[in-house]
Nanobody
Framework: QVQLVESGGGLVQAGGSLRLSCAAS??????????MAWFRQAPGKERDFVAA????????YYANSVKGRFTISRDNAKNTVYLQMNSLEPEDAALYYC??????????????????WGQGTQVSVSL
């Protein structure tokens, strides 16, 4: 069973930055066969896609709401995906989840149905 553990959340002032990390682990796990992504869910709202990165890291895809402010990256040697969040806005406050899926890039950027999910890390943004 794959485990995903997020870290790096916290409270930040509007305009500030945070860097989220998500480490994957399992017996024999190989990150390079998985698309890795970030989602977020604010209280009372649905879970929304934030960003995804392809298996090799060559391709990225962002929600319009974060484009130009957030950067997703990965280190396959460490089985880890990152989300650098800059110019944070109160609207970015949410529980942030990482997720991975091995069913291909085209599918991954058109669905929220991923194979494995982390437990989430809270991001709060104050005015």
């Amino acid at each position: 069973q794959v485990q995903l553990v997020e870290s790096g959340g916290g409270l930040v002032q509007a305009g500030g930055s945070l860097r989220l990390s998500c480490a994957a682990s399992a017996s024999g796990f190989t990150a390079r066969v998985y698309v890795m992504a970030w989602f977020r869910q604010a209280p009372g709202k649905e879970r929304d896609f934030v960003a995804a990165i392809s298996e090799s890291g060559d391709s990225t895809y962002y929600a319009n709401s974060v484009k130009g402010r957030f950067t997703i990256s990965r280190d396959n040697a460490k089985n880890t995906v990152y989300l650098q969040m800059n110019s944070l806005e109160p609207e970015d406050a949410a529980l942030y989840y990482c997720a991975i899926d091995s069913r291909g890039w085209r599918r991954a950027i058109t669905t929220n149905n991923y194979m494995y999910w982390g437990q989430g890390t809270q991001v709060s943004v104050s005015l």
